[in-house]
């Protein structure tokens, strides 16, 4: 796509950021910086209901509440009955993981290169309830579709009831088959979970795309939302399958609403939701995962031929965005997210996992070429 490469473009966009001068942030996957424009929104939310706080509460919060949800569900092409304003991806998918009936042996499929807050919140079951969790492992440089699906395919047995899929895995920035695996699932009876915390804002994509039974982001990662916003989508005929995490007597068993009971909610949180999917608008969700991609593969392709630098992503364009992992011979991943931002300013983050090890590297829209370069010389240095 040709505006991937358009630098004015790109030099615009970026002027909608405030950035820190003092290091070059290529960790953008924890929590993506939103652009001026929505934090100014926010602040104006913030005042707004400081003004009219229990009026507001009561007589406009819920009002409000049905905008937001309808903006969101709009961008990612499903109805706000199937979607959940939450505050992140663990809440969203913690939801799902902990409200769905499974009883002693029923069994769940999920990799090791899956989030750890899911991870953890399927051993809690095991201990809690007795379930089996069958971890897998996935290839880092698959090569086709039918191998990953085959991956969790030979995991599954009579007992299967669910399988946890990470859309965009978020320690290597590989994007998995979802729908593959969700078609391979469903023939044999069983749901889908997908980790979509990294793929809202990043993938040009909509849920129905995906055919996945539940699914979880978080909205101040790369939809640019204030820091605390997310989503949790459940298929409507699945609703009434799961409990809620917090008890309600208010609605049926089937409304999606049921899951909003939470307490007091952020509400100026909420409203700038809407202020970040405009400014996104602005730039369109195929330009930004084109740049995304570019500048990922910007600086991966000139260091990939590097013999002591090790490429944890695949190199096929459909198969990764802008994450990336990258690692150099003889450093332990910390060592080398130590010396990137000791030596050359370059902040990271390490991870050291049994699938992986090495430091994500996530550019931004507002990461310049320049920036790239100084990663690019940098690696080559630490690799000399």
């Not at 208010?250 to 609403?257: K, N």
Request: proline share 4%.
């Amino acid at each position: 796509m040709q505006v991937a490469t358009d630098e004015k473009f790109w030099d615009e966009v970026r002027k909608a950021y405030k950035v820190s001068p003092d290091f070059i942030n290529l960790e953008n996957g924890y929590y993506s910086l939103a652009a001026e424009p929505v934090i100014s929104a926010q602040e104006a939310h913030i005042r707004m209901i400081n003004q009219i706080p229990s009026y507001y509460m009561r007589k406009k919060q819920w009002e409000n509440h049905k905008q937001v949800k309808k903006a969101m569900a709009e961008f990612v092409g499903v109805s706000p009955e199937e979607i959940v304003i939450c505050r992140n991806t663990t809440e969203a998918l913690d939801t799902v993981i902990l409200g769905l009936k499974m009883n002693a042996g029923d069994e769940a499929i999920m990799t090791n290169q899956d989030y750890g807050s899911m991870l953890a919140t399927f051993n809690q079951r095991a201990r809690r309830d007795g379930i089996v969790n069958k971890v897998i492992s996935l290839p880092l440089h698959p090569i086709s579709d039918q191998e990953i699906v085959d991956a969790y395919e030979k995991a599954v047995t009579p007992n299967t009831k669910v399988i946890l899929v990470t859309h965009l895995i978020n320690i290597t920035g590989q994007v998995l088959p979802v729908r593959k695996i969700a078609e391979m699932a469903h023939s044999k009876g069983i749901e889908i979970i997908a980790d979509s915390a990294h793929a809202v804002g990043q993938l040009d994509f909509k849920i129905p795309e995906l055919d996945c039974d539940y699914l979880g982001s978080s909205l101040h990662k790369w939809v640019g939302a204030p820091l605390g916003s997310g989503l949790l989508y459940i298929r409507k005929d699945r609703i009434e399958k799961v409990w809620p995490l917090f008890g309600d007597d208010t609605y049926a068993d089937d409304d999606i609403r049921k899951f909003e009971h939470i307490g007091t909610h952020p509400c100026a949180t909420e409203l700038s939701i809407i202020d970040a999917l405009e400014f996104q608008k602005t730039i369109g969700i195929a330009n930004k995962q084109a740049r995304l991609r570019y500048l990922k593969n910007y600086w991966l392709e000139k260091v990939k031929d590097n013999h002591n630098i090790i490429i944890n992503t695949p190199y096929e364009a459909k198969r990764s965005s802008g994450i990336a992992n990258v690692g150099v011979k003889g450093l332990a991943p910390a060592e080398l997210a130590d010396k990137l931002f000791d030596n050359f300013n370059i902040f990271t983050v390490a991870i050291n996992t049994e699938a992986v090890k090495g430091c994500r590297i996530t550019p931004h829209l507002y990461t310049s070429k320049d920036e790239l370069e100084q990663l690019i010389s940098a690696l080559n240095t630490l690799s000399a």
